[in-house]
């Protein structure tokens, strides 16, 4: 069964400073997806990561993916307050459907 | 494109009642799905169709029906409500089973 591991589940960031969230799976899958949900919206896709060695880049934003340490991240530069929201990464399964993470809530301080 | 809508947006249930949510997509996609989600947690899949006329269980499909009789929509169908059917629905589309999903606004229902 695939399990899907965040972590932190929240993260009260300061502006300016860079961070890092953590999204571990436990089975082998080659595809990793990176979604901002702002409360109470839908989810907005940020990234997809098909293979290992994967990086994508979206302003702030940054994620890769390690296939074989079966380990995504997704790293912010000097965050700013628009990026107060939740994050999830969700790991696909068998090509049928994604199992996601929990979360992780970011909030944005001066 | 509208892309994926749901209705209703809210709805409050009394326990034992059914109701259908709706789910229509106009990208053409093979894939639908439908997610629930609990407070503070991520979406847990309950039913999906990767066509019209077949559909699969997820992993928690329990008080929950689905069909598939076009490409675009793929109503979710609850009989007899429950408490802990109380969360938010989404549901979203994709091309094929290994493509990015597109995920619809969500239905916010309460079961009293």
């Known amino acids: 069964e695939l399990k899907v591991e965040q972590n932190p589940l929240f993260l009260s960031m300061q502006e300016g400073k860079n961070y890092t969230i953590y999204c571990n799976y436990s089975t082998t899958s080659d595809r990793l997806y990176w979604y901002r949900q702002d409360p109470g919206k839908s989810l907005e896709s940020l990234f997809v990561?098909?293979?290992?060695?994967a990086v994508k880049q979206e302003g702030r934003l940054m994620a890769s993916l390690d296939t074989k340490a079966r380990l995504s991240t997704l790293h912010i530069t000097a965050a700013v307050h628009d990026l107060s929201a939740t994050y999830f990464c969700a790991v696909d399964q068998a090509g049928t459907a994604l199992i996601f993470g929990k979360g992780t809530t970011l909030s944005v301080s001066s | 494109n509208a892309g994926v809508t749901q209705t209703p947006k809210f709805r409050i249930l009394k326990i034992g009642q059914s109701m259908t949510l709706q789910c229509t997509q106009d990208m053409n996609h093979n894939y639908m799905y439908w997610y629930r989600q609990d407070p503070g947690m991520g979406l847990k899949l309950i039913y999906y169709s990767v066509g019209a006329g077949i559909t699969d269980k997820g992993e928690v499909p329990n008080g929950y029906n689905v069909s598939r009789s076009t490409t675009e929509d793929f109503p979710l169908r609850l009989e007899l409500a429950a408490p802990s059917q109380t969360s938010v629905y989404f549901c979203a589309s994709s091309f094929s089973g290994k493509g990015e999903q597109y995920f619809g606004p969500g239905t916010r229902l309460t079961v009293t």
């Open positions: 990561l098909l293979s290992n060695g």
